[in-house]
């Protein structure tokens, strides 16, 4: 087994890849090798990514979950009132209603329509699927009334699976990851960061000082994007682990790591 086989094994087992390949390419700093790989999914019609079939007219930022309980409503919600500051956003919830880490976010409810539910958050509009959407049957963005309206859509598991098999296919404006500051959570983040098509930042739920064991099981990607500074780490707050999102504002600290992410995704006088 040459140097460059080995090289390339201990990447994928960093970033979890176990799967029996066939033919498969890794690439180590530019050079492909042929010892392992991700298997490339089926995929779907790209119908079945909300916007990919509607023309959106709008700019979108997509909160993705690396995994199970990383945090990806808390963060899409802290991001989107980073945003809220400085325009009109709107907070877009893809998980089912019984899913939703967004259900008692908006102070004030203003019913449903069709697929969405909608309510107010201060300056936020917070919107949220009224059914739980079959695969491949994913409503497409509401609309509202407002030319610089910009989206911030929290994805739940069936936008984050279309995403994982049809990489490429969702043209958005841009992209946060949220991760844990855990081994399985990075060697996760690795795996998605492989099926964005484009930049992304990350937030990284957990202590601002990772741990060693972490810091070794980082992917190329994710350790890239670290040393670039497009990762924030985002505290973890006790009052919002055990009551979840509510009416109620954010704690300042994950407030702030939402405006250092709005600042990433959506610098100031732009949009994504």
């Not at 530019?30 to 509607?54: H, K, L």
């Not at 102070?107 to 329509?113: K, L, N, P, V, W």
């Not at 609309?143 to 911030?152: G, M, S, T």
Request: proline share 8%; charged share 20%.
């Amino acid at each position: 087994m040459t140097v460059e086989a080995m090289r390339a094994a201990v990447i994928a087992i960093r970033a979890g890849i176990f799967d029996d390949l066939n033919d498969p390419d890794v690439v180590w700093r530019g050079q492909p090798s042929r010892a392992a790989g991700p298997v490339t999914a089926s995929r779907p019609d790209a119908s079945s990514i909300p916007w990919a079939a509607f023309d959106v007219g709008d700019p979108v930022v997509l909160v993705v979950a690396a995994h199970a309980g990383a945090g990806a409503s808390t963060v899409a919600l802290a991001v989107a009132e980073g945003l809220a500051e400085a325009r009109r956003v709107q907070l877009v919830d893809y998980a089912g209603p019984l899913r939703s880490g967004l259900a008692a976010a908006p102070a004030i409810e203003m019913g449903a329509d069709g697929d969405w539910r909608s309510g107010r958050r201060g300056r936020l509009d917070v919107v949220r699927l009224t059914r739980n959407p079959a695969d491949g049957d994913l409503p497409p963005l509401p609309e509202i009334d407002d030319a610089a309206r910009l989206a911030v859509v929290d994805a739940g598991w069936s936008l984050t699976r279309a995403l994982l098999d049809s990489p490429g296919s969702l043209a958005c404006g841009a992209m946060v990851v949220v991760t844990r500051v855990t081994v399985p959570g990075v060697r996760q983040t690795e795996q998605l960061l492989a099926a964005v098509d484009g930049e992304a930042a990350v937030a990284a739920v957990g202590p601002a000082r990772w741990p060693r064991l972490v810091k070794v099981s980082c992917g190329p990607r994710l350790g890239e994007l670290r040393s670039r500074g497009q990762m924030v780490p985002v505290p973890i707050d006790r009052r919002l682990q055990i009551a979840g999102l509510t009416g109620d504002r954010l704690p300042k600290p994950v407030a702030a790591a939402g405006r250092s992410l709005a600042a990433l995704v959506a610098p100031a006088g732009e949009t994504p």
